[in-house]
């Protein structure tokens, strides 16, 4: 395909396509279960259920478990979940390779930088933060602060207006069909899709206008390294 070269803006999704977060995901997911004498489940495991919050987290581990809470139950038991989270989301999670470098290329190369996730925004902040790139972003949009969660556009569509951009001139880098359709219906001019994140279903057939097998193809798509001289 031809690079996009008229980008202006580039905003990607956190769990799976910038950062492995699986292990403390399921660190604080087994510690919520623990306090209902329910066992663990393995990172493995996790991984499988990850996509959608730590809401829809929480259900899937204890569907696994044949387990089903009313709805005033499971909003007590996802404040547990959230606040283990929050209290330690960066243990065990890192960067995927090239991660940091292509968002130091894209910096010096104008194009701006933004951030669209279904996880908590203070949670999400705060794992930029611990792992060194939190300042990358001009925009940081997560879930609890008023806008609905991905696949609904509107997150997408005002971290897109935040950083100056017009959906014509902005891609959107995700790992799943959830960001897809989020940047499909905000009118994004592209997407892209890697392929080492948590998809269940193989992100070459969801119909992306790239897939990449690292973060690093990103910038010959871009036409960055002329750009950026």
Known sequence: MEPFEDCRAVVFDLDGTLADTVGDLATALNRTLAELDLPPHSEDAVRGMVGGGLAKLLTRGLAAHNVLLDGAEHEAMLARFVAHYAGNPAERSTLYPGARQTLNVLREAGI??????????????????????GSAFGAVQGSETGFPRKPDPACLIHVVKTLGASPETALMVGDNATDLKTARAAGLKGVVLVT???SVTPVTELGADLVINHLHDLVPALALPERAQ
């Open 112 to 133: 701006a930088c933004g951030l669209c996730t279904n996880k908590h925004e203070p949670i999400a902040r705060d794992l930029l933060d611990a792992l060194g790139i």
């Open 196 to 198: 080492y994140g948590y």
